[in-house]
């Protein structure tokens, strides 16, 4: 069963958040955080870079993996998550570049990144401390509904509704792609500490199925509850349903 805290608002969320991972890499400076990407965890980025400023943490060790990625972006497109967590994470916190992956959603070389990812994800010791926001459909990185529990690093089409509801990042809504390569929910589950977030009435449904509801590949947040320490920190409206 995951430890659910209500917060007061997206900030405080952020504030705790940031203080499970200073405490991590307080203890282990070469620390693996897992990253996720959309605007549930901005609040947590700006946290940590303001708290490892304080602190005067060095993080020039810490090693970050990414979710997830849209497959067959142009190099540089600045919604590529590649992009998203050079500006949001990478830079604001000062992490070593080099030591901060993201699956290579180039279609050239699509064939091979999965496995190749979750190789390295494996050969740096695993996630430490993954964060994880949670979609409208109950996805979890790019794990859609009918994902297995167990999956693997692959590619996976995006459903409608999340390519709708990630439209506001791109021009226009055909300009969102229609694949990706994601983190499989067997790899999340490998993290040794979850920390999900989830902020605002349009997560209460997707939220409450995810703590509360059935453990079904039908409702992919639903796995942290097979997670022996998974932390859930959510705003009032978002804990509506529960
Ligand atoms: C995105 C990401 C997920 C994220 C989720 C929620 O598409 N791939 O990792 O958790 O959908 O997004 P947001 O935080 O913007 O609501």
Redesign the pocket.
Known sequence: MAEVVIVGSEEEAGELAASALVDLVRSRPDAVLGL?????PLSTYRALARRLRDDGLDVSRVRGFA??EYVGLPPGHPESYRAVITREVVEPLGLTPSLVHVPNGDPETIRTAADDYERAIADAGGVDLQI????RTG????NEPGSSLASPTRVKTLTEQ?RAD?ARFFDSPDDVPVHCITQGIGTILRARHLVLLAFGAAKARALADAVEGPVSASRPGSAIQLHPHATVIVDEAAAAEL
């Open positions: 996720a990407t959309g605007s549930t979710l997830d994880l926001g949670i979609g996805h979890i990185g790019f999340t990630n």
